[in-house]
């Protein structure tokens, strides 16, 4: 049997995701927040309703995530000027710099992970990653969801 592509990638993810836990815990973000903040931070003024379509997330689940990152500070909403009916959302200072270091934090482990291939490799690694992520959203019926999205 060969080695499976897959298996090497969810293991990568396992790893992220906890060193990617580590660094926003210490900010009192969640990984579970994380895109959150990053949909938010690239459109500022966005309606519930967008980032629920973006995420891919029932309004219910949206709701209470926007209700709890304004509870604590990352995001304030404010009623809409042309519609009074609805609620923009912006980041707070607090939800800028987690924005940020959500950056940062992705960028350090790229670092981490492509630091044992020359620039060469790494640019024919990014290149193969995004033809594959691009392939499966093709699959999936083009860039509707948050996979497929350049958060």
């Not at 090497?8 to 903040?37: N, P, T």
């Not at 604590?72 to 009623?79: A, Q, S, Y």
């Not at 934090?105 to 490799?121: H, P, R, Y």
Request: with cysteine; net charge positive.
């Amino acid at each position: 049997m060969i080695e499976s592509i897959t298996f090497d990638m969810v293991q990568l993810r396992k790893h992220f995701s906890r060193y990617c836990g580590a660094c926003l815990e210490k900010i009192g973000l969640s990984r579970g927040m994380l895109f959150f903040i990053i949909y938010i931070g690239k459109n500022p003024g966005c309606r519930p309703t967008e980032v629920s379509e973006a995420l891919k997330m029932d309004a219910g689940h949206i709701a209470r995530s926007l209700k709890k990152l304004e509870q604590d500070g990352f995001i304030k909403k404010t009623r809409c000027y042309e519609d009074k009916r609805v609620y923009v959302l912006e980041l707070t200072e607090r939800g800028k710099k987690a924005f940020e270091i959500s950056y940062r934090v992705f960028a350090e482990w790229d670092q981490k992970i492509l630091k044992s291939l020359d620039q060469e490799e790494q640019v024919v690694v990014s290149r193969l990653v995004k033809k594959m992520k691009k392939a499966i959203c093709e699959e999936e019926g083009g860039n509707t969801n948050e996979m497929c999205s350049n958060l």
